[in-house]
Nanobody
Framework: QVQLVESGGGLVQPGGSLRLSCAVSGSISIYDMGWYRQAPGKQRELVAFPSRSGRTNYPDSVKGRFTMSRDIVKDTLYLQMNGLKPEDTAVYYC?????????WGQGTQVTVSS
């Protein structure tokens, strides 16, 4: 049984940084996972996902500001977010790529506001 526990969110001023963590347990490879987010009233979107080449892809909206990394020993996925903007405000989730599991963790709220 898979369990995903996201943490590290909070309130930050524009231009600030946060590092999100996703602790992964169960029968899923951390290499098959990425980060999603869902802003109020909007559809869930991918913000970091691995490609078959092993590189990580990012949408233009976060490219150059967000970086995904993994700690294989700790089975933990990270999302380093720099230069945060108000439009980054959302609940952030980790899940399988490209087709997410039906199960979602509780997510972690990121609010960017002055």
């Amino acid at each position: 049984q898979v369990q995903l526990v996201e943490s590290g969110g909070g309130l930050v001023q524009p231009g600030g940084s946060l590092r999100l963590s996703c602790a992964v347990s169960g029968s899923i490879s951390i290499y098959d996972m990425g980060w999603y987010r869902q802003a109020p009233g909007k559809q869930r979107e991918l913000v970091a996902f691995p490609s078959r080449s092993g590189r990580t892809n990012y949408p233009d909206s976060v490219k150059g500001r967000f970086t995904m990394s993994r700690d294989i020993v700790k089975d933990t996925l990270y999302l380093q977010m720099n230069g945060l903007k108000p439009e980054d405000t959302a609940v952030y989730y980790c899940n399988r790529i490209p087709i997410p599991l039906d199960y979602w963790g509780q997510g972690t709220q990121v609010t960017v506001s002055s």
